[in-house]
Structure formats: C-alpha cells, structure tokens
C-alpha cells in the first residue's frame, strides 16, 4: 500500500492472501487513491482457483486475475494484455 501511494506504477501484481490487509483491501484503497489518469493494471496472483474466485478479484477492482502457480507463460500473456507494447515501457 505505501509503495502504491508513494509513486505511479504501471503495473502491480497482488497477492490475495497476504497478513493484516488482503489484497482485495489492498486493491480498494489503491483505487480509492488513485487520480482516474493514473490508474494502475492491477493483476490478482492467487492460490484461489475456485468458482467465483476471479469474479471476486475483479469486483474488487484487479484487472486479472493469475492463479498459482503462476508460469512464465501466463505471465507473459497477461503483461502483453495490459501494458502497452507488451513491456514494462522499456523499464528492467
């Protein structure tokens, strides 16, 4: 959450089961902060690969949703599907 509110990212991947604040919690507040132009993909990472699970996800306000365990192909496809160019805009 603070990394979120400290600076503009282009995307983030969210972790559902995390201590003290979930990541649905999580995504609310970061998009109860977030100016309209600044708006971050948000992509669920998620052991939950149960009915409803990705409704949930996206109800809270994530973009996609990811079950674990997550492969490097998956991830590719979801990185082609949400950031422009497929790529972290020339960024490591």
């Known amino acids: 959450m603070e990394a979120a509110q400290a600076r503009r990212y282009d995307l983030i991947l969210m972790d559902c089961q995390m201590p003290e604040l979930d990541g649905y919690q999580a995504t609310q507040a970061i998009r109860e902060a977030e100016a309209p132009e600044g708006r971050a993909v948000i992509l669920a990472m998620t052991a939950n690969a149960m009915e409803g699970d990705r409704e949930r996800c996206l109800a809270a306000g994530m973009d996609d ?3 674990k365990p997550v492969t ?15 790529s972290l805009r020339g960024r490591p």
């Open 72 to 86: 490097l192909d998956a991830l590719r496809e979801a990185l082609g599907r949400w950031l422009p160019g497929g």
């Open 65 to 67: 949703y990811l079950p």
